[in-house]
Structures are given as structure tokens and as C-alpha cells.
């Protein structure tokens, strides 16, 4: 299948004694990059770059160069990923070969956010998206613009921002006239009933966003969660609520298979969907942004569903037990 022609621009030029060398090192091979006397502009004609191929030995001196940066994102993922599974030694040979390095768990955009946080001059990066189809197809065209900060990566995509111009010109014309009112109300009584969801995949996918949101606002306000969860909220960053909406929908019929396949051992422990499977669920994905997926083999999903629950449901108990009166729980018992 052919891909679509993606184009991107950045703006302002990133000051070159803000990037790290290991940071330089990703952003010109994941896009096509340009050094003005302004800074770093990012920019490419055919689209990011993933996974990008770099010498070992290039490296491995970008990484040691950055040894100031050791806490910085970017430096632990690649720390992690990359040079703790490459093989140890000092063989020319060994250095000079070419490796892989698969960012779809760390996209482009998470290092230029490090670079924002760290810098003292940049405030934030503008990134401006298109893309169409070699074909020229109307309907393949579409953009999307992305404000890089400090503390957020927010996205939309150009449906999202005409669906949010149309819901203000229908609220325009509701003002105006009453019978756009019952007109509003019919379409969307309508695709209400042509939705093939039924009740039961309503509520799945309400409760896990519900356990999303959960988890994004503890994440948000920096209490501890999951690796996976800090992942998650990554993810949410790029790609935006729209698309992480999308991604819900995709789950419920995974989340209900799984919840099939675990719910007598769910009933005879007294768990619920909502308050405890659902959030376990969550909990146990793996997220980039082309959705989430389980991680390891079926069984080993399901026991880290259980293995979720269960820790919750137990730092529920923990967390209660300082407001537990011993005595007069022993003397109602």
C-alpha cells in the first residue's frame, strides 16, 4: 500500500546550545534538519524517520558526550533500550556496526519537549503537519499542528479542529433558530442508533476511560503509576484526546474477552469491572502511538491483569487501614 506524503515544519529554530549531542544525533536522522546562525530547524519533505539507522560507534560518543544529560528522558530510553541489549566490548568491528533504533516508544516530538524543559530561552515549538496521497485524492489530504511546551505535547489533528468549527456554527445557528435545534437533536438521535455498540460496550468503554482519566490525572499530579501509565500519558501528549477516544473503542472488544476469560476467578474474589478490572486493564497495556496492545503471550496478559487487580484492590486496604479504628473493629466483629 502506498503511504501518504507527510510533511512537516517546525518553528522557532531549536538554539543549538540547548540539543545535547545525543539529542542531535536523533532529531537529524529521525527529519531532515537544518543549522542556521537562529538554531536547529526541523523540518522533512517525506515524513519522520523510524526506526532511524546510526553507527554504534556514533553512538555510543553521542551518548558519552551527554553524560550531563544521564537523567534526561532521552538518555535513559536509549540507555535501556538500545546500548543495555547491544553486546558488551570493544571490538572496531563491533563499533562500527550499524543498528536500529525503533522510536515508537519515544517519538521525535518527546525529545524536543526535553530540550524545551531544559532550555532557558525556548518557551515552545510549533510543529505544522501535512500530508496527502500520491494520488491527490481529496479526501487523502489532511494536516495537523502540535504546540511542544515544557509541560505538554498538544495535538490536533484538521478534522479536529473542523469538527470543532462546525459544532460552533451549529451552536451559531441553534441560537438563531429553534427548529435547528430539533434538526441537531434528530442527527444525533440518529447516529446514536445506527451505532453498532450495544449497552454492554457503551459501559466497557466508559469505564475504561474512566480508568484513563484516573490514571492521567494522578500521573498529572505527579503521584507515583506505572511505567505503562507514564507511557500512556506520553502517548496522550502526541497524538491528542481525539485519537486516544479512538483508541478506547478499539479495546472494548479485547477488554471484554479478557474480562470473559477471567471472570470466574474475578467473581469468586469478589472483583468488579468497573472499579477493579477496568483499571488493571488499563494498567496492564502497552501503549505507542498506533494504540495499545497486551504485552507477552495470552496467559501472560491475563496474569497481569490479576496480578493488577489484586495489587490494587490491596492498596485500597493499605491506604484505609491508618483511618481503621483496631478496637472497635475487633469489637464489632
Known amino acids: 500500500m502506498t503511504t501518504l506524503e507527510t510533511r512537516i515544519y517546525t518553528y522557532p529554530p531549536i538554539p543549538l546550545a540547548d540539543i545535547s549531542p ?3 544525533l536523533i532529531l537529524t536522522n529521525v527529519l531532515e534538519c537544518s543549522e542556521t546562525e537562529a538554531g536547529l530547524i526541523l523540518f522533512t519533505d517525506f ?4 526506526p532511524i539507522r546510526v553507527a554504534r560507534s556514533e553512538l555510543a560518543d553521542a551518548y558519552r558526550a551527554s553524560a550531563q544529560f544521564t537523567e534526561e528522558p532521552v538518555n535513559v530510553f536509549i540507555a535501556s533500550r538500545v546500548l543495555a541489549l547491544l553486546p558488551a566490548g570493544g571490538n572496531v ?3 562500527d556496526t ?7 516508544q519515544f517519538p521525535w ?6 530540550i524545551v524543559a531544559r532550555s532557558t530561552d525556548l518557551r515552545e515549538v510549533t510543529v505544522i503537519q501535512w500530508m496527502n496521497h500520491p494520488s491527490q485524492r481529496p479526501e487523502s489530504y489532511g494536516a495537523g499542528v502540535s504546540l511542544i511546551t515544557a ?9 479536529d479542529l473542523l469538527a470543532r468549527f462546525r459544532l460552533q456554527d451549529q451552536a451559531l445557528r ?3 433558530s429553534p427548529s435547528a435545534r430539533l434538526e441537531s437533536n434528530s442527527a444525533l438521535a440518529g447516529i446514536a442508533s445506527s451505532d453498532p455498540f450495544r449497552v454492554k460496550e457503551f459501559e466497557a468503554a466508559l469505564c475504561i476511560w474512566e480508568a484513563m482519566l484516573y490514571f492521567r490525572g494522578l500521573h498529572q499530579d505527579g503521584q507515583p503509576v506505572p511505567e505503562t501509565i507514564v507511557r500512556m500519558a506520553q502517548i496522550w501528549d502526541v497524538v491528542g484526546w481525539q485519537a486516544m477516544r479512538s483508541h478506547v473503542r478499539a479495546l472494548v472488544p479485547f477488554a471484554l474477552d479478557i474480562y470473559d476469560r477471567l471472570f470466574e476467578e474475578l467473581e469468586k474474589e469478589g472483583f468488579t469491572f468497573d472499579f477493579d478490572f477496568a483499571p488493571a486493564f488499563v494498567e496492564a497495556l502497552l501503549w505507542s502511538d498506533e494504540g495499545a496492545d497486551r504485552a507477552g503471550e495470552p496467559e501472560e496478559f491475563l496474569d497481569d491483569v490479576m496480578v493488577a487487580v489484586r495489587c490494587r484492590r490491596q492498596d485500597v486496604i493499605t491506604r ?6 483496631p478496637d472497635s473493629s475487633r469489637a464489632g466483629s
Open 98 to 104: 550499524m543498528i536500529s533504533i525503533d522510536l515508537s
Open 151 to 159: 509541560k505538554a505535547i498538544h495535538r490536533a489533528s484538521s478534522e
Open 47 to 50: 515524513g519522520p524517520t523510524n
Open 174 to 176: 441553534s441560537a438563531a
Open 320 to 325: 484505609n487501614a491508618p483511618g481503621v479504628n
Open 93 to 95: 568491528a563491533q563499533d
Open 22 to 24: 545525543l539529542e542531535m
Open 109 to 114: 516530538q518527546f525529545v524536543v519537549q526535553g
